[in-house]
């Protein structure tokens, strides 16, 4: 386990900031305890200090996961987050996308949000940016990036895309064996 060297953290914070903007701050100048980012094997894990600590007494080859994984390092450098941060990706959300009852389970087995599914869109929500998408009742299902900006959304085909996929709450049971 070692810290982020200066080009991973860009790397890190620019992948983040594409879903919560300026809100990245906020992940680590919390008031209840300081939070940082640490590296184990090309995975880029969010803990507090205290946790830090307490694990220091652990050799770094017993290390499996510690604290929540963000997402991971690919081998050519691209950072790709993880649906395990996507509590912290709502907490701070931009953007969001709610879809009607009907289209959750179709997002939820991996696929695109279409405007027939999309119940509502966060207003002014641009192009390409990132967002989270919830169910009519705000829990949160997954995230993904906006195909059209929201004053394109009212003119589109019902069967375009809104939200291109990129994780969602599914991926628990779809990709298990991958995880580790």
Known sequence: MRPLTPEETRTLFTK???YIGRSVEQLITRTDEPHMFRLVKDRVYYLSAGLLKASSSISRDSIVSLGTCMGK??????????????????QHAKYKVWIK??????????NNVLKSGMARITENTPQYSGVIVYSMNDLPLGFGVA???????KDL????????????????????EDLY
């Open 16 to 18: 983040l900031s594409l």
């Open 101 to 110: 009852q009907s289209a959750e389970l179709n997002f939820v087995y991996g």
């Open 157 to 176: 085909d019902p069967s375009q895309n809104v939200v291109l996929h990129q994780a969602d709450i599914g991926e628990y049971l779809r990709v298990e």
């Open 147 to 153: 195909a059209h900006a929201t004053e394109h959304c």
């Open 73 to 90: 390092f690919s081998k050519s450098g691209k950072f790709k987050l993880h649906i395990t941060s996507l509590d912290y990706l709502a």
